[in-house]
């Protein structure tokens, strides 16, 4: 059994790609890891200590870095995920399910340590606390099988004309990702923003009735009325990310060296793709550049569905 850590800004998709996640019956989840960024690190952990007892998911919660490394950038007022993260959704508080005592990088390592190099990691927010586990611990990036991470964008940007949310957050940390040596999988704006649910997608959940299935159509209803309020779509960015590591069928990809740029008014957070191959370099980074969205969409609603 494949053995994963996700580090998610629980937010809207990542709520949904936890959920397909513990419908992948091929994975086994050790823990789940907060970081900021969606929202502030408090609501983040708190969302995803929420689903686990919701859901009744018996897996570690950590609590995780609450700035990026240079302190940067603050949450914004933008309603894109709501102010708790799960949109207009509310689940009940957890009562009995407390987080582990470890901050997500000690998590991260000690996982990495007890899997003797078969852990691997679903990304789907900042790379903060990636980061901060590869410069505390030496050997981390060696324990590493492979990171799948939704960020960046090899063509264009969402927050900025050229640069992704997650990267843009914390691009330092980022560059210490992509400079680690660490396996990495990246499923960018260039595909996700086709990776687009519909109205019947919804309807098929939530005649399925299960708690994952029903919660699920109820994020995808709040991204539904957000897109008619002008906000943006029913868009599975961090669903697909997850798809690359266990649906890769669903994905057509290129080997590129990559990089971040990390100053720049106008291109921090930038991940620059050398598709020409111009600098001769060693390529360090797979990345998604085409989706079957019928398969995938097929893919997301039977796995939610699957959710225990
Ligand atoms: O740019 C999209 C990414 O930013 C997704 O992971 C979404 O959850 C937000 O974190
Ligand atoms: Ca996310």
Known sequence: MRKFVIDCDTGTDDAIALMAAFGCEEIEILGITSVNGNVNEDNVSRNNLNMCEYLG????????????????????????????????????????????????????????VECQGELELLVTGPMTNIAAAIIQYPDFAKLIKHLWFMGGAVYGGNVLPTAEFNIWVDPEAALTVFSSGIPLTMVGLDVTLKAIMTREDIEELRANGSKAAVLTADLLEFMEKRFARGGEDIIMHDALALAAAVYPECLQYRDYWMDVETRGDYTRGHTYADVRNKLNRQPNVRVATEIDVPAFRRWLVDKICLCK
């Open 57 to 112: 998911w018996e897996v570690p919660v950590c609590r995780g870095a609450a700035y990026p490394f240079t302190m940067g950038f603050r949450n914004s007022s933008d309603q894109t995920h709501g102010k708790t993260g799960l949109g207009s959704v509310v689940i009940p508080e957890a009562v009995s399910h407390t987080f582990d005592r470890r901050i997500s990088s000690r998590f991260l390592y000690e996982k990495a």
